[in-house]
Structure formats: C-alpha cells, structure tokens
Nanobody, 119 residues
Framework: QVQLVESGGGLVQPGGSLRLSCAAS????????MGWYRQAPGKQRDLVAR???????TYADSVKGRFTISRDNAKNTVYLQMNGLKPEDTAVYYCLGMEVTPKSMNDYWGQGTQVTVSS
C-alpha cells in the first residue's frame, strides 16, 4: 500500500508560480510512474503531467512550456513546478502513483491540494 500526500497549493496571482510536492510512503516509490492530475469544479479530472520510472515526461498541451514535473527517488517525492499561472489553472491538483506488477495494476491517489489563480 502506498500513501500520497500533496502540499504546496494556495492562492497566487496570474503570472505567478507555485511548486507542488507529493510525498509517498513505503519503499516502492522508485518503481511507480507518477502523475499530476487536476479537477476544476464541474469538470472531469484531467492529466496535467506524468513521469515514468525512467524519467520520461508527458504534459498536457495546456501546460507545456509552463509546468515541469520532476521526481526525487531518494526523497520519495514528485514535484510539479508551475510557472506563468493562469486563472484557468485553478483546480484541485491530485497526485497519482501507478504500479504495474505481473499480477495487477494499482493506482494510488493523494487527497488533493487546491490551487487558485486569481487577482
């Protein structure tokens, strides 16, 4: 079992920056692909960025060039650096850990952290 705890959300003005962190419990973090998703009120939860165990990254078109996902396996933590924030980035941001074993595929979600971009 893996527990994920996000932090770093808050209120920021348009054009500002935030860095989200997601800390994982357990000893299997380095074997997890990690992702950040977001959900705005009344909308579905969408992928923001993903990073594989090997460090390959994927981004939603809406955040390319502004957001950067990274991971520190020594700290069991994945980060999302968000620059050039826009009001449309306002959402609850969730961390996801994806585990694939020979017998199963398991998803682990954090509780979410609110990001509000407003002047």
């Amino acid at each position: 079992q893996v527990q994920l705890v996000e932090s770093g959300g808050g209120l920021v003005q348009p054009g500002g920056s935030l860095r989200l962190s997601c800390a994982a419990s357990g000893s299997i973090f380095s074997s997890l692909s990690m992702g950040w998703y977001r959900q705005a009120p009344g909308k579905q939860r969408d992928l923001v960025a993903r990073i594989t165990t090997g460090g390959t990254t994927t981004y939603a078109d809406s955040v390319k060039g502004r957001f950067t996902i990274s991971r520190d396996n020594a700290k069991n933590t994945v980060y999302l650096q968000m620059n050039g924030l826009k009001p449309e980035d306002t959402a609850v941001y969730y961390c996801l850990g994806m585990e694939v074993t020979p017998k199963s595929m398991n998803d682990y979600w954090g509780q979410g952290t609110q990001v509000t971009v407003s002047s």
